[in-house]
Structures are given as C-alpha cells and as structure tokens.
C-alpha cells in the first residue's frame, strides 16, 4: 500500500520561512511527478509547485521569486522551502505524487493528509 504523509506545516509570523516535506512509502515501483497544492478557506485549491521526474519545475504567480520546490529520489521525497511568507499564504498544503506501483500499472495521484501553515502575527 502507498501513503503520501506531509509535515513542517506551522505558524510562522510575516517574512518568515518554512519547509514542507513530503514523503511517499510503501510498494512504489516508480514516481513520476511530484508537487504542491494548497487551499485556503473559501478558496479554491490551488496548485503551488510541481516538478517532474527529470527535475522540471512551475510555480504559480502568486510564489515565484519566495518558494522553491525540489525532491530525493533515493528519499521518495518532495519538499517545499517557503521564503518571505505573507499572510495570504495561509492555507493547507497538500502533498501529491504520481505513482505506479507495478510496472504494468498506471501510474495514480496519491494526496497526503495536508499540513496547516498559518502566517500570522
């Protein structure tokens, strides 16, 4: 079986920063793309961040320039640093992979549970 399990959410104060990881675990053949999405109340969710398994990233406008998404391959892992974080950004993010699980499988979105961050003085 595959979970998806986020952690590093928090409150952080204006201009602060924090880093989102997100690991992946279980009978994993193989992930494709990884990323970030989060949704704040009344808000639609949204994606952040995504980046491929060649190392491809695109960011929504909103967090250009602030936050920078990566992975380890060998960890099963994506991260999220958050730089410069303002009060809009508050939200929770969720955590998503694409991931096969056998070799003649399709490859499936897994979602973590999402972790809170609050911006907030």
């Known amino acids: 079986q595959v979970q998806v399990v986020e952690s590093g959410g928090g409150l952080v104060q204006p201009g602060g920063s924090l880093r989102l990881s997100c690991a992946a675990s279980?009978?994993?053949?193989?992930?494709?793309?990884m990323g970030w999405s989060r949704q704040a109340p009344g808000k639609q969710r949204e994606l952040v961040a995504g980046?491929?398994?060649?190392?491809?990233?695109n960011y929504a406008d909103s967090v250009k320039g602030r936050f920078t998404i990566s992975r380890d391959n060998a960890k099963n892992t994506v991260y999220l640093q958050m730089n410069s974080l303002r009060p809009e950004d508050t939200a929770v993010y969720y955590c998503?992979?694409?991931?096969?699980?056998?070799?003649?499988?399709?490859?499936?979105?897994?979602w973590g549970q999402g972790t809170q961050v609050t911006v907030s003085s």
């Open positions: 998503n992979a694409n991931i096969k699980i056998t070799v003649v499988a399709d490859g499936r979105n897994y």
């Open positions: 279980g009978s994993i053949f193989s992930i494709g793309a």
């Open positions: 980046i491929t398994s060649s190392g491809r990233t």
